[in-house]
């Protein structure tokens, strides 16, 4: 069973910045893409950032230049660096992995809780 834990959601102001993580845990045998995604009130979730077990990047263009996703596969780790942020990316922020199920045996996408992130003065 694996399972996800987001953390280092809060309220910062605007300008500011904060670091989220999300660390896999249980039996791992495969990760293969892992992300973040985030769900503002009032509005349907929408995609972050995701990075591949490649290092492949992608990004919402509202978020480019100005968050970064990077991860520690040998940790099943992914992290997301955000700066300059802005009152629009108040949302509570999901991690997503792949991961490989051996009694499904097929890949299927866990999901973390979810980390509020509050932007405001």
């Known amino acids: 069973q694996v399972q996800l834990v987001e953390s280092g959601g809060g309220l910062v102001q605007p300008g500011g910045s904060l670091r989220l993580s999300c660390a896999a845990s249980?039996?791992?045998?495969?990760?293969?893409?892992m992300g973040w995604y985030r769900q503002a009130p009032g509005k349907q979730r929408e995609l972050v950032a995701t990075?591949?077990?490649?290092?492949?990047?992608n990004y919402a263009d509202s978020v480019k230049g100005r968050f970064t996703i990077s991860r520690n596969s040998a940790e099943n780790t992914v992290y997301l660096q955000m700066d300059s942020l802005k009152p629009e990316d108040t949302a509570v922020y999901y991690c997503?992995?792949?991961?490989?199920?051996?009694?499904?045996?097929?890949?299927?996408?866990?999901w973390g809780q979810g980390t509020l992130v509050t932007v405001s003065s």
């Open positions: 997503k992995a792949e991961s490989y199920s051996w009694e499904s045996h097929r890949y299927l996408d866990v």
């Open positions: 249980g039996t791992i045998f495969s990760i293969l893409d």
């Open positions: 990075i591949t077990s490649g290092g492949s990047t």
